[in-house]
C-alpha cells in the first residue's frame, strides 16, 4: 500500500479541484496512482453531475476576454444554481480559463465544450463536471460569441465581480482609425445601458418590426383618424421606437445630442458587430420558497 502523503493529497486537488477528502480517497482507492485517481475522480464527478443536472442553472458569471493583439474577443455565460457560486474562487478560475479557450474555438457552445480543458485535465465539459462533483452545484456552459476586427475589439463587464467577470458583459467591435479602443469600450458600456435589440434598423428581427407595427397600427386606429393619416403616424412612430431599439439611432448615453452612429463617425470608427449577454437572460429560475426549504431541511431533525 503507497503512502497517501500531504504532498501527494495536494497535488491531486490542484489536477482536479476536488475536495481534500475526496482527493485523499481517491488515492486511497487507487493505491496512490495519479492518473487512476483522476480517473476515479471524474467517474465520481459525472455520478454527482447527473443527480444535479435537473436543478435550474440561472445564476453564476458572464466572463470576457481579449486576445493579446485586441483584434478578437470571446464572451462566455457559464451558470450555477446560486449567486454564492460566484464568489468561489475555483468557479471563477476557472471561467476564465474556459473564457481564454473560447478565443481558441469556432462553431457552437457544443464546439467549446469539447475543447481542450484549460487545467490539461479532459475538456472543457470534463472540467465543468469536476466543479459539480468540488461545489455541489449544478453548472451549465450556457453559450459563447466571438468578435473579430482588422481594428479593435473592445470589451465591458458592468459591477464586474472580478476583473473581466459579471452579471453583464459586453464586446464590441470596430474597424478605422483613431483610438479604437476608447471609443469601443464607451459604445460597450452604451450597450450595457441600454440593451439595444440590433446594430442597424437593417439587423431588427423582421418579426419585431411586424409586431411593433401591429401594435402602433391599433392603438393609432383607436385615435379614429382617417387611414391616410394613421399611416403618417405609423412611420413617426416606428422612427422612434429605432431610436429606442437600434443601437447606432441611439441618442448616445455619454451626449445625448449625439446618436451612437455619429459618435462612431466622428471616431473614425466603423462598427463590425457587438454581443450583449445578460447573465440568466430566458432561464426560467425556480420560485423555491426559501423558508419552506429550511422547513423541509429541518422536519423530523
Known sequence: MAEITAALVKELREKTGAGMMDAKKALVENDGDQAAAIEWLRAKGL????????????????????????????IVELNAETDFVARNEIFQKSLDGIAEAALKVDGAV??????????????????????????????????FA?????????????????????????????????DLEDAGRKVAM?????SPAAATTAELDPALVESEKRVLTEQARESGKPDAVIEKMIVGRMQKFYKEVVLVEQPFIMDTDKTVGEFLKE????????????????????????ADEVAALTKGA
Open 47 to 74: 455520478s454527482k453531475a447527473a443527480k444535479k443536472s435537473d436543478r435550474a442553472a440561472a445564476e453564476g458569471l458572464v466572463a470576457v476576454k481579449l486576445s493579446a493583439d485586441g483584434k478578437s474577443g470571446a
Open 110 to 143: 457544443d464546439a467549446l465544450a469539447g475543447a481542450p480543458s484549460p487545467d490539461g485535465e479532459g475538456s472543457v465539459d470534463d472540467l465543468i463536471k469536476r466543479m459539480i462533483a468540488t461545489i455541489g452545484e449544478n453548472m451549465t456552459l450556457r453559450r
Open 146 to 178: 466571438k468578435l473579430s476586427a482588422d481594428g479593435r475589439v473592445s470589451a465591458y463587464v458592468h459591477n464586474a465581480v472580478v476583473p473581466g467577470m459579471g452579471k453583464v458583459g459586453v464586446l464590441v467591435a470596430l474597424d478605422g482609425s483613431g
Open 190 to 194: 452604451h450597450i450595457a445601458a441600454t
Open 267 to 290: 471616431q473614425g470608427a466603423t462598427l463590425k458587430g457587438f454581443v450583449h449577454y445578460k447573465l440568466g437572460e430566458g432561464v426560467e429560475k425556480a420560485a423555491d420558497n426559501f
